[in-house]
C-alpha cells in the first residue's frame, strides 16, 4: 500500500516528520550546557543526575525508527510520488541522520544507525534517482519553503 494520492497522504506525511523530529528532543539539554551533545557532557562530568528523564528521552528518540518504517513502507519516492512531499521528508531525514550522528554508542544509537544502513539510505537514493531537481533544491542554503522542517 502506497500513501501517494490517499487522503492519508498529508497526515501519513506529518506522522513521519513528527516521529523523526524526535530523535532531536533535548539532544542538546538546557541552555547552560552549551551546545555538546548529551553524551559528551556526561562523559566531560561522569555521571549525571536526572537518569529517569534521560531514558524518557531516549525513548522519544526511538520513536523515529517507527517514523522510518512508515517512510520506508508507506511513502515509496517513485517518481508519481509528488516532489514537494519528498522534499519535505527528505529535509526530514537530512536532519535526522544529522542529529542521531551525534547520539552515543549505545544500543539506542546502533538501532537507529542500523535503520540508516536498511531503510533510509536506499530511500534517499530512489529519491534522487526518481526526484533530482528536488533533491538538489533541498541541499541550497534557502531551501524552497516545502523543504522547511524546522531549526535555525
Not at 500513501?3 to 498529508?10: D, G, L, Y
Not at 508519481?80 to 544500543?107: C, I, K, R
Request: charged residues 20%; negative net charge; proline residues 5%.
Amino acid at each position: 500500500m502506497c500513501a501517494w494520492e490517499t487522503i492519508i497522504e498529508r497526515d501519513m506525511i506529518e506522522a513521519i516528520v513528527k516521529l523523526l523530529k524526535e530523535t532531536s528532543c533535548q539532544l542538546e539539554g538546557t541552555e547552560g550546557e552549551g551546545k555538546r551533545p548529551k553524551w559528551l557532557r556526561q562523559l566531560e562530568g561522569g555521571q549525571s543526575l536526572g537518569r529517569d528523564i534521560d531514558s524518557m528521552a531516549d525513548e522519544k528518540r526511538m520513536l523515529s525508527r517507527y517514523g522510518i518504517w512508515l517512510m520506508a513502507a508507506m511513502c515509496p519516492p517513485s517518481i508519481e510520488a509528488p516532489s514537494h512531499a519528498v522534499g519535505y521528508m527528505m529535509s526530514m531525514v537530512f536532519q535526522w541522520f544529522t542529529t542521531t550522528a551525534l547520539l552515543p554508542n549505545d544500543s539506542m544509537g546502533s538501532s537507529l544507525e542500523q535503520l540508516k544502513t536498511d531503510f533510509a539510505s536506499e530511500w534517499v537514493n530512489q529519491a534522487i534517482n526518481n526526484h533530482y531537481d528536488t533533491f538538489v533544491l533541498t541541499l541550497m542554503p534557502h531551501v524552497p519553503e516545502y523543504a522547511q522542517v524546522g531549526g535555525p
